[in-house]
């Protein structure tokens, strides 16, 4: 019998999403192509796969049998043809969807471009928000290349490379009536903050460190994104905590001033994943090296090497 390989991704993402709607837009594909992808899986396996229901699309039995059975052949089939196919960066022409955190996306994607400028000029990138999960993201049905952040209960099919820690420290406004060159515990406790609630799982870094150390805050004002964050110190009194790196990025703007935090608020990691279809892969497996030795330069220094998680 023969087998439309195409169809294989389509049935996997459906897995994935259990809608069509969002499987076809992470497929890049419109609706009607993607029913009609379904409707020849169907006549292929002789079996309906998915049934309607109210929220999504129920997988049959068979399909839930079928699934591990065809993302280990596509991942296997992956690692034998990458493997043949020799990369040269100075020419390689390829697009790359890859979801950073917004902290990766402020501190190491600029770097990683002017490095890609030099090196890789027809490789190309699409960030795509990090989100709240790896489904959701496209990392577990690999639709997404990779993802760059805080990793958390990746499932068997991603590896996990820990590539830095970084950090955390406090801005405030230069001209501060209050704030000199340190910053007291009873400061920093009977100061109002702004506080950043960026998506993904970075928010529970700084929580869990204040609860661990026992440092209270008083939070004024929240706000969604890193880059939000110099206008409402700047016409404030309020103090934020933030990474180290983006407080160094901060702290070209004239009206602030960085200031090492009041107790040691320890550290959080910055993780790349992937799915392992792209074990192999030449011009992945040199992109994630770039990567890696990108936040090896800009991260605090590891003190043991941590081995991927597969």
Not at 205 to 230: C, D, E
Not at 243 to 260: F, G, M, S
Not at 284 to 290: E, K
Request: aromatic share 6%; hydrophobic share 45%; with cysteine.
């Amino acid at each position: 019998m023969k087998y439309d390989l195409n169809l294989l991704p389509v049935f996997l993402t459906l897995m994935d999403e259990r809608n069509v709607s969002r499987a076809a837009e992470r497929l890049g594909m419109t609706q009607p192509a993607l029913s009609n992808a379904l409707n020849r899986l169907r006549d292929t396996l002789r079996d309906p796969l998915f049934i309607r229901e109210r929220y999504g699309m129920k997988p049959t039995q068979t399909a839930k049998e079928l699934a591990p059975i065809v993302r280990a052949a596509l991942s296997s089939l992956d690692d034998a043809i990458g493997g043949q196919q020799a990369f040269d960066p100075a020419l390689a022409t390829r697009q790359f969807t890859i979801a950073p955190n917004s902290y990766v996306e402020i501190v190491l994607m600029p770097i990683i471009v002017a490095r890609l400028k030099d090196l890789a000029p027809g490789i190309r990138l699409r960030l795509i928000p990090f989100g709240n999960d790896l489904v959701e993201t496209g990392a577990v049905s690999g639709a997404t290349e990779m993802v760059l952040g805080r990793i958390v209960d990746p499932p068997d099919n991603m590896v996990v490379q820990h590539i830095m820690d970084d950090g955390l420290a406090c801005v405030v406004r230069k001209d501060h009536p209050d704030v000199k060159d340190q910053l007291s515990q009873e400061q920093y406790e009977n100061m109002k903050h702004v506080n950043v609630l960026p998506p993904g799982r970075m928010r529970i870094g700084l929580f869990q460190a204040l609860q661990q150390t026992g440092l209270k805050r008083q939070v004024a004002v929240s706000v969604t994104h890193f880059l939000a964050v110099p206008e409402m110190v700047a016409v404030s009194d309020y103090c934020a905590t933030l990474p180290r790196l983006i407080c160094e990025r901060l702290a070209r703007d004239e009206r602030l001033k960085t200031l090492p935090a009041p107790v040691d608020l320890g550290t959080f990691p910055v993780e790349l994943g992937w799915h392992v279809r792209y074990r192999s892969d030449p011009a992945h497996r040199w992109l994630r090296f770039l990567i890696a030795e990108v936040a090896k330069e800009h991260g605090l220094p590891l003190e043991k090497a941590v081995p991927d998680r597969q």
